[in-house]
C-alpha cells in the first residue's frame, strides 16, 4: 500500500484518514468492558509526532519540550466508566478501483477498517478490530466531523493519517511452509549464489565471535541489517523474493517469530488468507528489493520507514477473513 503522510479525503483510500460514512449511520462503538480513561489522550498522541516531526535533525527548543511535558500516560478521562461506549478510531479505508486485489462480499467496493485502541479485549488482550463493507455509491452526505475516542492506551495504536500508493506485487508462500524438496532447491540456490559472491572477507555467520544473543527483536532486526550492509548486496527467498513487507492487502502470512500456526474459519472450517496486514515498519533495511524506486535514496528516512506510526503485538498483526464468504468472522494473527 505504500503508506506515506499527507491529508487524504474522504471519498480516497487511505490509512489514518477520514471514512466514507454515511451522515444517518451510528458510527461504530466499544461496548466491552475495560478501562478506558486511562492512556493517552488521543490529542497529545498528535501533538507530540507533529513536535518530534517538526524538530527531525535538530534539538527540541524549551518552548517544544514545555508542550510535551502534559503529553504523558495518566488517567485522563476518569468521568469514563468502564462500560462507557466509545467511538472507535478510523484506521484504514481501501476502495477496490485502487486495490484490485481486495475481495469482499458481492457488489461491495469499498472497505472501513477501525478498532478500539486498547489492548483489552478478548483471551489474548488485544484490540478489537472492526470491518466494514459498503457500497460507496450508496453513500450521500458524508458524516463530519467524525467521532473519535478521547484517550487511547497505547501510542502505538493510533495511526497517521496517510495518503496510499498501491503496487501490485507478486508474493510466494512462506519458506517453512513449502514442501522440503523445494526448501532444498531454494537452500542449494541461495549457497550458490554465495559463493558466486564470496571473496574471503566480511561477517561470517558461524564465526563464535558473531554468536551473540539479543534482548529484543528490534536488536536482532539491526544487527541483520549491519551485517548485511557489511557484505555485498545478495538475494535471498526469503527477504527479497517471498513476503513483502510493510501495510499490504492480500498475500502470504510471514511466521518469522513463531511456527506456522492454521487460521481456520470457526464457522465453516476454511483457511483464511491475510486480508489486511498492519506492520510497524515499511522496510527493515534488511533488503532494497521492495523499496519503490521514489524512496531509495530516502530508504532511511523515518517517513519511509514507519509512516503509520502503528506497532501492535512484536511488529505485525494480520487481519483474515473466511475466503468462503467473507460475513464469516474475521479472525487476527500477530508476529
Same mark, same amino acid.
Given at each position: 500500500?505504500?503508506?506515506?503522510?499527507?491529508?487524504?479525503?474522504? $471519498?480516497?483510500?487511505? /490509512?489514518?484518514? *477520514? =471514512?466514507?460514512?454515511p451522515a444517518d449511520e451510528a458510527w461504530p462503538? @466499544?461496548?466491552? /468492558?475495560?478501562?478506558?480513561?486511562?492512556?493517552?489522550? =488521543?490529542?497529545?498522541?498528535? +501533538?507530540?509526532?507533529?513536535?518530534?516531526?517538526?524538530?527531525?535533525?535538530?534539538?527540541?527548543?524549551?518552548?517544544?519540550?514545555? +508542550? =510535551? !511535558?502534559?503529553?504523558?500516560?495518566?488517567?485522563?478521562?476518569?468521568? +469514563?466508566?468502564?462500560?462507557?461506549?466509545?467511538?472507535?478510531?478510523?484506521?484504514?479505508? =481501501?476502495?477496490?478501483?485502487?486495490?484490485?486485489?481486495?475481495?469482499? #462480499?458481492?457488489?461491495? %467496493?469499498?472497505?472501513?477498517?477501525?478498532?478500539?485502541?486498547?489492548?483489552?479485549?478478548? #483471551?489474548?488482550?488485544?484490540?478489537?478490530?472492526?470491518?466494514?463493507?459498503?457500497?460507496?455509491?450508496?453513500?450521500?452526505?458524508?458524516?463530519?466531523?467524525?467521532?473519535?475516542?478521547?484517550?487511547?492506551?497505547?501510542?502505538?495504536?493510533?495511526?497517521?493519517?496517510?495518503?496510499?500508493?498501491?503496487? &501490485?506485487?507478486?508474493?510466494?508462500?512462506?519458506?517453512?511452509?513449502? $514442501?522440503? !524438496?523445494?526448501?532444498?532447491?531454494?537452500?542449494?540456490?541461495? !549457497?550458490?549464489?554465495?559463493? %558466486?559472491?564470496? %571473496?574471503?572477507?566480511?561477517?561470517?555467520?558461524?564465526?563464535? %565471535?558473531?554468536?551473540?544473543?539479543?534482548?529484543?527483536?528490534?536488536?536482532?532486526?539491526?544487527?541483520?541489517?549491519?551485517?548485511?550492509?557489511?557484505?555485498?548486496?545478495?538475494?535471498?527467498?526469503?527477504?527479497? +523474493?517471498?513476503?513483502? *513487507?510493510?501495510?499490504?492487502?492480500?498475500?502470504?502470512?510471514?511466521?518469522?517469530?513463531?511456527? *506456522?500456526?492454521?487460521?481456520?474459519?470457526?464457522? @465453516?472450517?476454511?483457511?483464511?488468507?491475510?486480508?489486511?496486514?498492519?506492520?510497524?515498519?515499511?522496510?527493515?533495511?534488511?533488503?532494497?528489493?521492495?523499496?519503490?524506486?521514489?524512496?531509495? $535514496?530516502?530508504? $532511511?528516512?523515518?517517513?519511509?520507514?514507519?509512516?503509520?506510526?502503528?506497532?501492535?503485538?512484536?511488529?505485525?498483526?494480520?487481519?483474515?477473513? @473466511?475466503?468462503?464468504?467473507?460475513?464469516? *468472522?474475521?479472525?487476527?494473527?500477530? &508476529?
Amino acid at each position: 500500500m505504500h503508506p506515506r503522510p499527507g491529508t487524504p479525503k474522504a $471519498d480516497e483510500s487511505s /490509512v489514518g484518514g *477520514p =471514512l466514507l460514512w454515511p451522515a444517518d449511520e451510528a458510527w461504530p462503538v @466499544c461496548t466491552a /468492558v475495560h478501562p478506558r480513561g486511562k492512556g493517552h489522550r =488521543l490529542s497529545d498522541v498528535r +501533538l507530540g509526532r507533529r513536535v518530534h516531526d517538526e524538530a527531525r535533525g535538530r534539538a527540541l527548543t524549551p518552548q517544544e519540550l514545555r +508542550l =510535551l !511535558e502534559g503529553t504523558t500516560r495518566g488517567r485522563h478521562a476518569p468521568e +469514563l466508566r468502564d462500560d462507557d461506549p466509545v467511538p472507535l478510531l478510523a484506521v484504514a479505508q =481501501l476502495r477496490t478501483r485502487d486495490v484490485p486485489d481486495l475481495v469482499g #462480499p458481492e457488489g461491495h %467496493d469499498l472497505l472501513q477498517v477501525l478498532w478500539c485502541p486498547f489492548e483489552a479485549h478478548g #483471551p489474548h488482550r488485544t484490540i478489537d478490530v472492526r470491518l466494514v463493507w459498503r457500497r460507496s455509491a450508496d453513500v450521500g452526505a458524508v458524516l463530519a466531523p467524525q467521532p473519535e475516542p478521547q484517550v487511547v492506551g497505547r501510542e502505538e495504536c493510533v495511526p497517521n493519517a496517510c495518503v496510499v500508493h498501491p503496487e &501490485q506485487v507478486v508474493e510466494y508462500e512462506y519458506l517453512g511452509l513449502l $514442501d522440503e !524438496e523445494l526448501q532444498d532447491a531454494i537452500d542449494a540456490w541461495e !549457497e550458490s549464489l554465495d559463493d %558466486d559472491d564470496d %571473496d574471503g572477507e566480511g561477517y561470517d555467520a558461524g564465526d563464535s %565471535d558473531a554468536l551473540v544473543s539479543y534482548a529484543t527483536y528490534e536488536e536482532y532486526e539491526a544487527s541483520m541489517a549491519a551485517a548485511r550492509a557489511a557484505e555485498p548486496e545478495t538475494v535471498d527467498y526469503m527477504s527479497d +523474493l517471498s513476503i513483502a *513487507p510493510g501495510w499490504k492487502v492480500g498475500g502470504f502470512a510471514s511466521w518469522h517469530l513463531t511456527d *506456522p500456526a492454521p487460521v481456520d474459519c470457526a464457522s @465453516c472450517g476454511s483457511p483464511m488468507p491475510p486480508l489486511l496486514t498492519v506492520a510497524g515498519v515499511e522496510c527493515d533495511g534488511a533488503s532494497h528489493s521492495w523499496i519503490p524506486v521514489e524512496d531509495r $535514496d530516502a530508504a $532511511d528516512d523515518p517517513r519511509v520507514i514507519d509512516p503509520v506510526g502503528v506497532r501492535l503485538g512484536r511488529g505485525l498483526l494480520r487481519v483474515h477473513t @473466511c475466503p468462503a464468504d467473507p460475513d464469516h *468472522p474475521h479472525r487476527l494473527s500477530f &508476529q
